[in-house]
């Protein structure tokens, strides 16, 4: 195996994609170290080696080992573009979408034929354009970096049936951020860098490479606010939710179809008795051609044939939900709602199981909508109307 030393010296005159000369993330470490501890962290740096990928990975693999590339284009991109049988495939394995892969490239080509990034090991692209007084490594200033273009090779994708598996990208693309001109990178890789500004070449500190998404409680904390309201009158309460995907800026849950959003409901007594529960799934899912929804991640990517459902909630979007509950002489004192962020993980291989994780909850007192009032309400307008009428009438 080569060592550490050999690899900064590899050769970088080679511009071609299929024999990089990467470096390994543990080169970047002395000099860029805050960097180098927030994607270490990231889901970016476990893509290859996590259980949640390794476990459907290995089953494609004894199944067709030349299917399993798919999915090392975006998991293990580095070794992908290496030669067959090159001794750095390990090192770079366990980088999964190391520094070098990112910082390498020079262009995408997201919708097309893989390999869909080109790169140009040796020569570091960044949104900087360089410091003439870095005498480390040649760097290049690279407007892409500062884009959603650059993202979109790998969080977008359609399977071979061309259903859309993977459609962050372009639920950005379709929301009002795209206008705003506001990228992936201003929520993703926050830090002083205002993505609007992209000649703002000026920036203070390292931006945050942690790219936190729906894994992260805080990112999911101000997310989806909720407001609800819950009325009853005779043998009948209503609830009337409204969500509002707030600072989301592409559908809300997003990412691999297996997230859902659940919605959940339930309505209590004076003595806090539950009465009655609702829940509802926000969520995508793809099916295997004949109504069925598939489960397992390596199904999904590479048999998936049609979207059976996709009632997420868009960018900015306010979704209001209306339940209605028959009251058996009861009457309700409250309701709670909560909306919580699921997703499989696998913490005893190969079990999985889903977790959740809380966005936001709400409780809300009940009201009684009375009879009388509504009788009222309903002379109101009739005598409204009569007099609109009788007004009408003496005019002509
Ligand atoms: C010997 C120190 C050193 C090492 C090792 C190093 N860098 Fe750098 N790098 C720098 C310095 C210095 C700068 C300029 C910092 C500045 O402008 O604030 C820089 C800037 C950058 C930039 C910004 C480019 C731009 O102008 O927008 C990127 C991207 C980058 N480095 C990536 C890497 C990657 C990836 C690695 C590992 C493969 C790496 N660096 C290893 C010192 C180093
Ligand atoms: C306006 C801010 C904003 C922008 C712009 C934005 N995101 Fe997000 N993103 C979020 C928030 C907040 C979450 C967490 C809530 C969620 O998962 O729905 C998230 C979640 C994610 C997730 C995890 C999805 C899930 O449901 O687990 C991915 C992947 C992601 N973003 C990628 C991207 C990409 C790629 C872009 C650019 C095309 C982008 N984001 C643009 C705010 C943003
Ligand atoms: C998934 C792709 C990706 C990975 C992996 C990645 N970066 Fe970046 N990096 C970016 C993007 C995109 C930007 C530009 C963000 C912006 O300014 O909007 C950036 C910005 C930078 C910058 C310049 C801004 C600053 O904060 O100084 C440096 C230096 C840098 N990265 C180094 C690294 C190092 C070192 C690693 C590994 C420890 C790494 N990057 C891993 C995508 C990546
Ligand atoms: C080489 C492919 C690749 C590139 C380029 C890439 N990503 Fe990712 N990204 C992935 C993969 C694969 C995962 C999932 C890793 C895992 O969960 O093990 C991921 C995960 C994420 C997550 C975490 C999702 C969650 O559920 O919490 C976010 C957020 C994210 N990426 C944002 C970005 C942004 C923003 C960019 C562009 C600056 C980007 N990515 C560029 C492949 C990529
Ligand atoms: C076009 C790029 C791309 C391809 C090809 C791809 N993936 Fe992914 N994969 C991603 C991205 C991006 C995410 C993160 C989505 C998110 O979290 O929102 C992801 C997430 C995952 C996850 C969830 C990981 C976690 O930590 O929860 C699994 C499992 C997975 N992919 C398996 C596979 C398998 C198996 C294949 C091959 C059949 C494959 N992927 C092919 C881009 C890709």
């Known amino acids: ?67 399993a590339l798919t999915c090392e284009q975006c998991h293990n991109p580095m070794r992908f573009l290496l030669a067959k049988g090159d001794p750095r495939a390990d090192i770079f394995s366990q980088e999964g979408i190391g520094c070098d892969f990112c910082h390498s490239v020079e262009s995408v080509n997201s919708t097309g034929p893989w390999p869909r990034y080109r790169a140009i090991p040796g020569i570091k692209f960044g949104p900087q354009g360089g410091n003439p007084a870095n005498k480390a490594h040649v760097t290049q200033f690279s407007r892409l970096h500062i884009t959603s273009e650059f993202c979109a090779g790998c969080h977008e994708f359609r399977n071979e049936y061309g259903v ?5 990208v372009s639920e950005w693309e379709q929301s009002f951020y795209r206008g705003e001109q506001v990228h992936c990178q201003y929520c993703h890789l926050p830090q002083l860098f205002d993505a609007r500004f992209i000649d703002q070449k000026k920036q203070k500190g390292p931006v945050d490479h942690g790219m936190v998404g729906g894994h992260s409680p805080g990112r999911l904390a101000h997310a989806i606010p909720l407001k609800a309201t819950l009325a009853y009158s005779g043998d009948e309460a209503h609830l009337s939710i409204t969500l509002k995907n707030e ?60 979207v059976l459902k996709d009632n997420r909630i868009g960018p900015k979007e306010t979704r209001v939900i209306n339940q209605r ?60 109307l009569i007099g609109a009428i009788i007004a009408l009438k003496n005019r002509d």
């Not at 913490?347 to 994780?357: C, Q, V």
């Not at 909850?361 to 009879?371: G, H, M, R, Y």
Request: include cysteine; aromatic fraction near 6%; hydrophobic fraction near 45%.
């Open 325 to 384: 509950f028959p009251l058996a002489g009861v009457v309700p004192a409250s309701a709670l709602i909560k909306l919580t962020y699921e997703r499989p993980v696998v913490d005893n291989p190969p079990e999985t199981r889903i977790i959740e994780m809380p966005i936001s909850e709400l409780t809300v007192p009940a009201k009684a909508e009375s009879a009388k009032i509504r009788f009222l309400l309903v002379a109101l307008i009739a005598i409204a």
């Open 164 to 168: 859309p598996i993977l459609t962050t």
């Open 247 to 306: 600072t989301v800026g592409h559908k809300t849950p997003s990412g691999l179809p297996m997230h859902k959003i659940r919605l959940i409901s339930t309505i209590y007594d004076a003595r806090g008795n539950a009465m009655s529960r609702r829940e509802e799934l926000f969520e995508r899912l793809i099916g295997d051609g004949a109504g069925r929804p598939l489960e397992k991640p390596e199904q999904v990517f590479l048999e998936g044939r049609e």
């Open 1 to 67: 195996m080569l060592t550490l030393a050999a690899l900064v010296i590899l050769p970088l005159s080679d511009a071609s994609a299929t024999s990089p000369g990467f470096q390994s993330a543990s080169v970047c470490v002395q000099c860029h170290p805050a960097i180098h501890k927030a994607w270490a962290a990231s889901e970016h740096a476990t893509a290859f080696t996590s259980a949640e990928f390794q476990i459907p990975y290995d089953r494609i693999r004894q199944d067709n080992p030349s299917r």
